[in-house]
């Protein structure tokens, strides 16, 4: 059974400070990695996409990807009480399904 | 421009009835999803389209039944609804794929009782 971990949390992060959520998948053979960010009672929202190993960068956040140990992680740099919602993760896998993590929990406190 | 929506966005029915939830892009994607959503389980596949009139299981299809004979309209049936049905259910749409980007719409909060 392909997986896709992430710790469920609440990480709690005080305001402007950096906030660190990880992924770890199962599948060595997994091509696309996603960020989407739920707040509560609403819809997922496409933060993030990474497909090569190393970082990608867009504004306050970055995605790392690293597929030799099969994780990929999204920071979020001076963190805002805004970013405060679930960090759903998600990874295309080897049979072109995508696969969800259960979601990170963040709060960020003033 | 609307992107994608779901109707209705709250729904209580009764044990056994049949209810259909509907989802309408606008964007012309191919690919359209139906997941459900609770609490411990995250997102969970129930079926998905790469076209119309193409259509295919996903990791939880029992009880449900799908039809796509439009682009733009995916509606997901519950043709007899049990109590554990009860959750959220959010539609999606991609452009490039199964396993690329996807939107989601609003969702609908559906209970059974």
């Known amino acids: 059974q392909k997986e896709v971990e992430q710790n469920s949390g609440p990480l709690s992060v005080p305001e402007g400070a950096i906030a660190s959520l990880n992924c770890t998948y199962s599948d060595r053979g997994s091509q696309s990695f996603f960020w989407y960010r739920q707040y509560s009672g609403k819809s997922p929202e496409l933060i993030m996409f990474i497909y090569s190993n190393g970082d990608k960068e867009d504004g306050r956040f970055t995605a790392q990807l690293n597929k030799a140990s099969q994780y990929v992680s999204l920071l979020i740099r001076d963190s805002q009480p805004s970013d405060s919602a679930t960090y759903l993760c998600?990874?295309?896998?080897?049979?072109?399904?995508?696969?969800w993590g259960a979601g990170t929990k963040l709060i960020i406190k003033p | 421009d609307a992107g994608i929506t779901q109707s209705p966005r709250y729904k209580i029915t009764e044990t056994g009835r049949q209810v259909t939830l509907m989802c309408h892009q606008t964007?012309?994607?191919?690919?359209m999803f139906w997941y459900r959503q609770d609490l411990g389980h995250g997102l969970r596949l129930i079926y998905y389209?790469?076209?119309?009139?193409?259509?295919d299981k996903g990791e939880v299809p029992d009880g449900y039944v799908v039809s796509r004979s439009k682009t733009e309209n995916f509606p997901l049936t519950l043709e007899s609804a049990t109590r554990s049905q009860t959750s959220v259910y959010f539609c999606a749409s991609s452009e490039q794929g199964t396993y690329n980007e996807q939107f989601f719409g609003p969702g609908t909060r559906l209970t059974v009782l």
């Open positions: 998600a990874v295309g896998d080897s049979n072109y399904q995508l696969i």
């Open positions: 964007w012309s994607h191919s690919y």
């Open positions: 389209s790469a076209a119309a009139d193409i259509t």
